[in-house]
């Protein structure tokens, strides 16, 4: 009988299933191979995400919902996440798993902290796109803008619109709102 050989990312994921993540932390695989986990966030940083939580929740449609504990799941990248929040279909998000694919979610969203900054700005702009996520909202207080980047093709958004705190950010169908940013409040 032919030995069967596991591949690196199967054991990578199997890996991260069967890690033990201390209380106060997650586990990604971001890329290069190895899993990244990452502390607490501060008050501001959850303050942050609330904020933007309760933007979300009066704009979303019918059946979808926010959600900031599962992990974003991609095997044919060798990527996992798990964003601030997210918004896909409550059937999806309904499961038994820790885990959903990345193919019903509508949007994702990350807000910087201090030691997230290389992670959220570079390389999960590189992983979004590339999981063809129709939308990725970057909150960024330490430089105190908003970024939405949309339309991704080819493992890259084609668009992105920043605007400093404080000015509206419009967010397309199915959200369809102007985005208040002068409700994070900055680090």
């Keep these: ?13 199997n890996t991260l299933d069967d890690l033990d993540v201390p209380r106060g932390y997650k586990a990604e695989i971001l890329g290069d191979g190895g899993i990244v986990m990452s502390p607490s ?12 939580d309760e933007s979300l929740r009066s704009a979303l449609p019918p059946r979808i919902r926010t959600e900031d504990h599962l992990e974003i799941r991609m095997p044919h990248l060798g990527r996992s996440v798990i964003p601030d929040l997210f918004a896909a279909p409550i059937e999806v998000l309904a499961t038994t798993e820790h885990h959903i694919p990345p193919d019903d979610v509508l949007l994702v969203a990350e807000v910087v902290s ?11 702009l590189g992983i979004y796109p590339a999981a063809a996520i129709p939308l990725y909202l970057l909150i960024d207080p330490i430089r105190a803008t908003a970024t939405l980047y949309a339309t991704p093709r080819n493992g890259e958004y084609l668009e992105s619109e920043t605007v400093t705190f404080g000015k509206p950010l419009k967010l397309p169908e199915p959200f369809g709102i102007d985005l208040d940013t002068g409700r994070f409040r900055e680090y």
Excluded: C, T, Y
């Design 41 to 52: 966030p501060s008050g501001l940083h959850q303050h942050n995400i609330w904020e933007l």
């Design 114 to 124: 201090p030691g997230s900054q290389e992670r959220d700005r570079d390389v999960k």
């Design 1 to 13: 009988m032919p030995a069967v050989i596991e591949r690196h990312e199967d054991r990578l994921f």
